[in-house]
């Protein structure tokens, strides 16, 4: 590993707006309210325009070899110590391109989206401290680097969530963003714990040569599996995966910007990023795998089921996330690690678009976001249209976009690898389709159809301007060509021998799964897989735009369909459940503490004492009451008790 101060210089950049954000313009200003548009976002953009700059500068360096910055000695706990270390390697810098690169895109649409927010700077310190974090997650070279950066993320993510907290509906779903991360953090911290009682440092220099050797045998394979799904856990919070998953789709409630930032194309990745990180550890625990390939399909098919019956165009795109983040842990859960990196790549392109084109359809319908408030809007937006119509055709499969290729690799992962299993193909198959179908019903819903207007919008509806569209164009770009990355080898023989970029990128860090032309758990083969897939996302795609230009719901198509769409629409009533099961009875408990337990126990002893004293403080004032006879009497009186207790002991 070659030693540079590129990390240490691409960590700090978001640092440095930050302070200038949160510090240094307000202090200068006397207040965070006298900030303007220009001023905060300059002092945030700008520097993380410079860290995606030094990063395509690491990105060309490690190539060669992996880079390293250990700036100084962070704990030292007896036998225990971590090192402030930081280290770019080929896995790394791909996640470091996306965070500046997407993150850059994000706070100049931000600045137009959010130009006529008071607190605008207080927003963009909130950014900056967010890719601070987000940096350091992906760049620490220690399991506690990463657990840190892991929580600020969190920490940020419940201020982004919150931004507007005089608003008691978007302050709850801050609160419910931390307290649920929070339950998966205690899993990842369990693991941490395995680890280092198994190896004895949690360097993940020294835990990848430790899981070589393992290999060959000599380890705990109950410790091993016990340690994977600890973490596992821990990823499904963060991850929003089942059963934690409830945080995300109310993370909403935030500025939409952050929706596309945090809970698109970063923050919810972090889990996958971490099992691919010890792919080594996991590869040795086949049990944990299935766990996670199973958990990833049915939060796949459980969130898609849920986004077909939504009517806020946010909402729908939120578990929209859900779905597709459980197709990245489809994809680890069969050993297919560098295909769930090419599919948080290709998602952070194309639902990051979706998410910005959203506000930008928001933005120009004076913040609505109730799609059956919509209809029409392709004539009066056709930038937003376009841009969004390219997203939506990635994330629904369709040849040749950038989610084609990497899903299409997922599902046939999931039956030509050894670690595949055919019941997660079949379900990764029924939830690509369901994608499709919800994906052009949004489309159908925003742009199609008949307008559905209300007058006072309708007189406010206008494209978005230059500073939000760029984003827009860029990421469309992105979404559109960002696949070829990650060419099939059948279909890159005859592209020219085009190679799958990616998986040569990944190979040192990542080991490729080679992909046998006949699946392993059916009798399948690439082309098969491939041809029908992109038929399938072709015919549900248009289906979708087909049946919702003039209907909202799928109770307008099928009347009987009206039970199931009422359980759709309030996500399996999962929420009531948690309340009725969690929520009611601890805050029943947290009652019966405050008021029996603290207020008569603690605070009754407490006040007993005081209490106590205070009454007998109120008799002995009786005799300091300041008359000098009676302060004779006292002493008499005194003196005759000492002299009888003297004569009674002498007697005795």
Same mark, same amino acid.
């Given at each position: ?12 950049? #978001? ?19 006298? $900030? ?46 971590? !090192? ?85 509906? +978007?302050?709850?779903?801050?609160? +419910? ?58 990823? =499904?919070? *963060? ?26 194309? =970063? ?15 996991? !590869? ?5 795998? $299935? ?20 009517? !806020? ?93 990497? +899903? ?37 819903? =925003? ?9 006072? $919008? ?48 990944? !190979? #040192? ?11 392993? *758990?059916? #009798? ?38 009206? #039970? ?72 008499? =009186? ?15």
């Amino acid at each position: 590993m070659t030693q540079s101060n590129l990390p240490l210089i691409i960590l700090l950049l #978001p640092l440095v707006g930050f302070l200038l954000n949160g510090v240094v313009i307000p202090w200068a200003q006397k207040g965070f309210g006298k $900030t303007t548009v220009a001023q905060a976002a300059s002092a945030s953009t700008i520097p993380l325009f410079l860290a995606f700059i030094v990063g395509l500068i690491a990105f060309g360096q490690v190539a060669h070899a992996p880079i390293g910055a250990t700036a100084f000695s962070w704990l030292q706990i007896g036998s225990f110590s971590v !090192d402030f270390a930081l280290k770019i390697d080929r896995l790394s810098a791909v996640l470091v391109l996306i965070i500046t690169g997407v993150g850059t895109l994000i706070h100049l649409f931000s600045a137009s989206y959010l130009a006529e927010e008071p607190g605008i700077g207080r927003y963009y310190s909130y950014l900056s401290l967010f890719c601070f974090s987000m940096l350091l997650l992906v760049l620490g070279n220690e399991l506690p680097l990463l657990f840190f950066g892991w929580e600020g993320v969190g920490l940020c993510s419940y201020l982004l969530i919150g931004f507007w907290y005089t608003e008691t509906e +978007k302050a709850n779903a801050g609160k +419910k963003a931390f307290v649920t991360n929070r339950v998966g953090d205690l899993g990842f911290l369990i693991g941490a714990f395995l680890l280092y009682k198994m190896i004895g440092s949690l360097n993940f220099d020294v835990m990848t040569t430790k899981f070589a050797m393992w290999k060959t045998g000599g380890y705990d394979q109950f410790l091993v599996t016990a340690t994977c799904l600890a973490l596992f856990v821990g990823a =499904t919070g *963060k991850s929003a995966q089942i059963p934690l998953f409830v945080w995300l789709p109310d993370a909403m409630s935030g500025p939409t910007p952050v929706s596309a930032l945090i809970h698109a194309a =970063t923050m919810v990745t972090a889990g996958v990023y971490m099992i691919a990180r010890l792919n080594g550890l996991f !590869d040795l625990a086949p049990d944990a795998l $299935t766990v996670v390939a199973y958990i990833g399909a049915a939060t796949a098919l459980f969130a898609g089921t849920i986004a077909i019956a939504q009517k !806020d165009i946010k909402k729908v795109l939120a578990y929209s996330t859900v779905s597709q983040l459980g197709f990245m842990f489809m994809a680890c859960g069969v050993g297919a690690y560098q295909t769930a990196v090419f599919h948080l790549m290709t998602h952070a392109f194309f639902k990051a678009l979706l998410f910005l084109g959203s506000g930008s359809v928001i933005h120009a319908c004076h913040h609505e976001q109730d799609m059956t408030k919509m209809g029409g809007l392709k004539k009066y937006l056709p930038h937003t249209h376009f841009t969004m119509l390219i997203g939506s055709l990635a994330i629904s499969g369709i040849p040749f976009f950038s989610g084609f290729f990497s +899903k299409d690799e997922i599902l046939y992962s999931a039956i030509a690898l050894p670690g595949g299993h055919a019941g997660v193909f079949y379900i990764g198959v029924a939830t690509a389709a369901l994608t499709a179908i919800y994906t052009g019903r949004m489309m159908a819903m =925003t742009f199609y159809g008949e307008e559905r207007l209300d007058h006072h $919008t309708k007189e406010h509806l206008h494209e978005s301007p230059g500073l939000m569209l760029f984003p827009l164009y860029v990421l469309a770009g992105l979404a559109a060509l960002g696949g070829l990355l990650g060419v099939p080898h059948l279909m890159g023989d005859y592209l020219g021998h085009m190679p799958h970029m990616l998986s040569h990128w990944l !190979d #040192p860090v990542v080991p490729a799964r080679a992909l046998p032309l006949m699946a392993i *758990k059916l #009798p399948l083969h690439e082309a098969v897989v491939m041809i029908g897939s992109s038929v399938l996302a072709i015919f549900c795609f248009a289906l979708g735009i087909l049946l919702f230009r003039r209907h909202q719901t799928v109770t307008d198509l099928v009347h009987a369909f009206a #039970p199931l769409e009422k359980v759709l629409a309030h996500k399996y009533y999962i929420d009531e459940l948690y309340a009725a099961v969690i929520l009611n009875p601890l805050q029943k408990l947290a009652k019966l503490c405050a008021e029996v337990i603290d207020r008569l126990g603690v605070d009754g002893a407490v006040n007993g004492f005081g209490n106590g004293a205070r009454r007998l403080g109120d008799r002995l004032r009786l005799i300091q009451d300041g008359d000098v006879q009676t302060a004779a009497l006292w002493m008499v =009186t005194g003196l005759a008790i000492a002299v009888a207790g003297i004569l009674l002991l002498a007697r005795i």
